[in-house]
């Protein structure tokens, strides 16, 4: 392939359309979380929550959310916004600590057309990420290898929290 090609511009995530291809659930994920007992949820607070991606991009990948179900910004009130960039910022700090990544995206996919796959509960996403993160088996096969299960992350992200900030969480 030629160097600068427009094939060699581009990092490949096939496993997402995995993902949307899959049969889609009745009801929010976001609003049972934070109803139930769900072991994803890391962090409950005034107006926000903070939940492990079940579908992660990487290691670490976790998710802040309002808990007013809406799908649009405007429909938070001001300190519903600020609360969510603020429980965005503690997570990507605990994750700094905890997985130390090259780089972080935080990032809303507000609609489909967007890329949410959650399309009536607005979310932030922050991602660890790392130099040269998508590795041959991606490139070779289209499946991701996700080199830590979701138990170990969460107990990870605990410590680096605690360690930041020692108070109760949830």
Known sequence: MEEGSIVSRHLWAPWRAEYFRMPKRDGCIFCEAMAGADDLVLIRERTCFA?????????GHLMTAPY??????DDLAEGEL???????RR??????????????????????????GVTDHLHLHVVPRWTGDTNFMTV???????SE???????????ALAELEPRAHA
């Open 91 to 116: 997570c990507a700090r605990a994750i700094a600590r905890a997985f130390k990544p090259d780089g972080m995206n935080l990032g809303l996919n507000l609609g489909a057309a967007a890329g949410a």
């Open 140 to 146: 070779l096969s289209g499946h991701r290898v996700v």
């Open 51 to 59: 939940l492990l991606n079940a579908f992660p991009y990487t290691g």
């Open 82 to 88: 600020a609360d969510l960039i603020f429980l965005a």
């Open 149 to 159: 299960g979701l138990r170990e992350t969460r107990e990870k992200f605990m410590a």
């Open 68 to 73: 007013r179900h809406t799908a649009r910004l």
